[in-house]
Every structure is written in C-alpha cells, then in structure tokens.
C-alpha cells in the first residue's frame, strides 16, 4: 500500500475542500455533507460551499426507530449514533489516484426497512479500496416519516414531501458524478449496491428517471424493484399515522412542528396497533412516473449491467422472529396450504418474496436491452450475526447473511478458511460486475437462464 502525504488527505469538493484522515492506511473522508435539509419534509438543497470541512468523525444519521425485531439482529449501534434530521453526508475510503487511470466507484445503499441502518452501521468497506482498488462510499439519508411520509393528499401545500428518500439519493449520486474524481474515482464507472431495503432502493432508482445516467452498474441484494406502493396506499398510510399521532398532531403542519421523539413515538403507536408501516416509495407520477418495472422495460438501462442476488433460504429469518411475524409475513404474501409443515412455507415464502421478484427483475431488464446476471447464495457464514444471535439458525443462510462474506477481510482473521474463500467469490463478483461491467460467470437469457449458486465449492446451474 503507497505512504500519503498530508496534502493527499485533502480535496476541494463543490461542498468545500474536505480533510480526511488515514484509515488503517487507507485515505478516509467521513460525514461530507452532499445535501443539506433545511426543512421538515421539503426536498434537500445543495450545501453552499464554505471553508475547509474537517472530515474525520461519523457525520449524523436519520432517526432511528424500532422495527419488530430485536435490535442485535443486526448488530445495529443505535447507542452510539447521533441522530438528527440533516442526515445527509457521506464517506469516502479511497486508495488515492492512480497513474493508469481513475477507478472504480462503488457505492452503498444500507438495509433496515427504512427505519433503521446508516452509513456506519455494522459493515466495514475498508477493504474494497485496500484490497480491491475501489473507491467506495457509503451514505445517510432520510428515513421513516422524514423521507417517506407523504402528506401531499392532505395538503397540497406538502405535495412536495413525495418520494424524498428517493430524491435524497439522486442529491447523492449528483454530488458523486460532480466530485468523486477528486477522490481518484471515475464518474462514468459507478456501480450502486445494497441490501434488502438498500438493494430496493438501488431497484427503484433503476426506474428513477431522474437518475438516469448517474450509474452504470446495479448489484442488487435481496432486494426487488415491485416496493414502490400506489398513491391511494401512500395517503391511507398517512391517514393511519396521524390516526396514531392523536391529540399531538392532527395535520401536516402540526407534524413539522414536532419534536422528532414526537414522529418517533407515532411510529411506536403504530407498532402497538399492529399495523404496518409501509414507509415506501410510491409512483407519485414524477420522480417516479410508473410502477419501476414498467420504467425499466421503456429504456433507459440498456448501457447498465445489473446483478441480482438472493439467498437460499430467505423466509428463514422470519422464522428467527417468532411465530407470530412468520404467520403474518406468511398469511400476506404466500398462498398455499395452511397446514403445510414450517420449512414447507419457509420455501414457499422465499420463493414469492424474493426468488419470483428477482426472476421479473432480471427478465424485465433482459427484454430492456440490459445485461443481467442471477446469483443465489447458498452458505452459511459462521461469521454473520444472525449465526451469533440465532444459534439454532446458524446453519441456514437467510435473509441478510451473505453480508457476512461481501463484507469480510478475506485476508484478516475473522471466520474460517472456507468463510474466507467464499468471501472472496461474493467479492469477486461485485468487483468484476463494477471493473470489467460483467460478473465472472454468463449473463441470464431467456435460452440461458444462468443461475451462479455461491457454495462451497461454488457451481453454476441452468434452471
């Protein structure tokens, strides 16, 4: 790894310059703010560009609230976080500039059903600029009733709260495209990826016209491009959660004025009443015009290669929830017999919920002239949480648990040797998909539909 000097640990951004620090020998830019939030749900604006930004500590997080799972699931430290409404910054782990040319840029999207998750929760990707040669970054954004409440069927004055965490994200890879080559990255190699709610996200900005053209390649994890829900389910949301919020807030404008505990005890009354919280996207006609895959099928990705991956066993982690959430995950989404034993509905549940929406997306961007590869990840790393949380669950890889292996040192001490060599073949993948625009096994057809099964040994199988 090259020394750097003190003048490399600086770079002008159209935020102001920005001054990093050496993370495990490795330049380290954190909390740069890229948008700026100055008020409750309107869209961000970008920061004016003021003096130097000293660069070197976690920048805020969106609120973060419950969701119906312990808080260890995923490790998530809720404690440490500071917390506030503008969230919006990023990081930067960069191997600096290189003689022969910029490099890869990738980019995170974090999971946590849009309630929860940041920008340094639980992973570490330190290692895809120290071992890989990437720059990546990882970012905050809005989240639960600050970046996907709409309340403009309630008021039209609000008619702009729509879709906010969304138009976050585009602020996000605006500032990307205008600043990343300072960092050594290549604005025109940009590769988003991410997980469950993330990898959602990365799904729908596939849709997203006004991100068009801000990314070339797309790894999608355990997500799926169908989570954007119709107007009319945006406002009954919205009717629920001031239902929720009581003698506190009876209108839009009375939720601007409360404390932010205030929107999260709401969350909390919902919660209480059993009723879901759909904070989602939703096709509000313009940023995002129509239901993702229609978007993708009408163009606009034919130049971005996409990579969709799920787990084997997916449902298994609603199993780890107890009977009541798998009942009603199961009861809302499956169809089939009732009586069917537990792993039975596992199965069925895993392939509605995940397998079938990963099997429209990659078809649906095939027919759009894009090129598509399908991963099914298929071990279970004894490094993961969820094995450390959920013993019993150890040996099953759920939803969540090929993290464990995109996000390991595969050359530090964490895991076991097979943990390793099977990071190292989830890595490789993102990693050729972000270098070379192709994953290191053959793209899905409709004649050829390529599933790449992460195992140990890794195989490929034509289903």
Known sequence: MREFTEKDLVVGTTSGPVHGFLDRGVPNWRGVPYARVE??????????????????????????LPIQVSRGLYHLPLDDLVENEDCLNLNVWSPGPRPDGPLP???????GSRVNGSASSWIDPWHFAARHGAVVITANYRLGPWGCLYLGGHDPDFAESANLEALDQVML???????????????????????????????????????????????????????????EAAVRFTDEFLAAAGPLAKSPEELTRLPNVGLRYIHGKLLERGIPVRYRPFIDGTIIPRPPLESILAGGIADVSVMVSVTSDEAGIYVAMGDAVFDRVYNAIATGDSSADLDEKTRLLTEKRYWAPANRLVRTAHQAGGKVWLQKFCYAPTNSNFASDFPSMADRPVHGTDMASLFVDTEGSDGTETDRLIGQQVQNALISLAREGCPPWPRWTPQTPVTHEITAPSAVVVR
């Open 173 to 231: 890879l605006r500032w990307i495209r205008d600043n990343i080559a300072g960092f050594g990255g290549d604005p025109s190699n940009v590769t988003l990826f991410g997980m469950s709610s993330g990898g959602s996200d990365v799904a729908t900005l596939l849709g997203t016209p006004a991100a068009h053209g801000l990314f070339h390649r797309a790894a999608i994890y355990s997500g799926n491009a169908e989570v954007p829900m119709s107007e």
């Open 105 to 111: 840029v990738l980019v995170w999207f974090h999971g």
């Open 39 to 64: 008020r409750r749900f309107r869209p961000a604006v970008p920061v004016e560009p003021g003096g130097p930004i000293e660069a070197t500590a976690w920048g805020p997080v969106s609120w973060q």
